[in-house]
C-alpha cells in the first residue's frame, strides 16, 4: 500500500531536483526515545488514529494475536526446478467482549505441495495445490494456484 501523495505545484526544475509548492495536509508523527520505541510509537499512533477501542457498540472490545507458523521441506531437482512440501497453523484471535470471554478461538491448518519449472532462461512456472486439514473459523477450502514469473520490466 502506497502513501498518497499530497497535492504540489513545481515552481521550478533545476536538473533532477523540483521545488515545490504543497497545499496544506495533516500529519500525525511520534517520537519516542529507550527500548522497544517501535512499538511503543505505533500503539500511541494507532490509539489516534482509531481511538482507544474503549467503546465497541457501547462495551470494551479486546482480540487476542493470532500467531502463525509455516514449514517447507524443499527438493531441487536441477536449476529452476524444485519442488516442496507446504505446511501452515494458524491459532489466536480469540476475543474479550465487556470482559466476557467469546468462544471465537479460530484454528486452521493447510497441507499442500509446489512445483516450480523453468521457462526459457529467466522464467519460471509455478503452481501449487492445498487442502485445509483443520479448520475451526471459516470453510473447509481447496485451494490451487498457478503462476508465471520472470524478470520484471526494463526501465
Known amino acids: 500500500m502506497a502513501l498518497e501523495e499530497p497535492t504540489y505545484e513545481v515552481l521550478l526544475t ?3 531536483v523540483e ?3 504543497y497545499e496544506p495536509y495533516m500529519l500525525a508523527e511520534v517520537t519516542v526515545d ?4 517501535d512499538r511503543r510509537a505505533f500503539r500511541i499512533l494507532a490509539g489516534y488514529i482509531f481511538g482507544d477501542n474503549d467503546e465497541f457498540l457501547g462495551t470494551t472490545r479486546e482480540q487476542n494475536p493470532i500467531v502463525s507458523g509455516e514449514f517447507h521441506l524443499v527438493k531441487r531437482v536441477k536449476p529452476g526446478f524444485w519442488f516442496s512440501l507446504d505446511l501452515n497453523y494458524y491459532y489466536g484471535g480469540r476475543t474479550t467482549v465487556d470482559g ?3 468462544a471465537d478461538l479460530q484454528r486452521n ?10 521457462w526459457k532462461r529467466k522464467h519460471a512456472i509455478r503452481t501449487s495445490l492445498s487442502a485445509g486439514t483443520v479448520t475451526s473459523s471459516g470453510p ?6 498457478a503462476r508465471c514469473a520472470g524478470p520484471g520490466p526494463k526501465t
Open 14 to 16: 533545476v536538473g533532477d
Open 19 to 21: 521545488f515545490r509548492r
Open 34 to 37: 529507550g527500548d522497544s520505541q
Open 100 to 102: 466476557e470471554q467469546r
Open 140 to 145: 473447509v477450502a481447496d485451494a490451487s494456484t
Open 109 to 118: 491448518s493447510r497441507a499442500g505441495f509446489t512445483l516450480t519449472f523453468p
